[in-house]
């Protein structure tokens, strides 16, 4: 039971760690834009996020931090959906501190974040 509660806690906790990669991550999609590609409609400014301009910067931010040391790291996904938010999804591999028969030698997570440009 100790083991299996210990095994938890570790997939908790990598889960969490991977959470705040994609939040970090979709923070930066959400910038992916330029100030000269900011328009103004109904006198607030908007900004129109590229898939492509999104799935650049993500990409970019996911290598250069340092990610704590997940193993098979992937960047599943990084998009705009609807030109104002940015999606992100990462992957990598858990391993439990001690293999059980409920945890064997592990498995792929994943985890997505969805963050959005706002001008206050």
Known sequence: LVLVAAAASSLYLERKQLFTLADGAALVGAEAFDLADVSVASGR?????EPADVHRDVAAYVVGTPNGGFEGLV?????TRDGESATVTLSSIWRPPIVTVFFPDGWRIETTATARAVFG
């Open 45 to 49: 400014p908007e900004v129109l996020l």
């Open 75 to 79: 960047l599943e996904e990084a998009t």
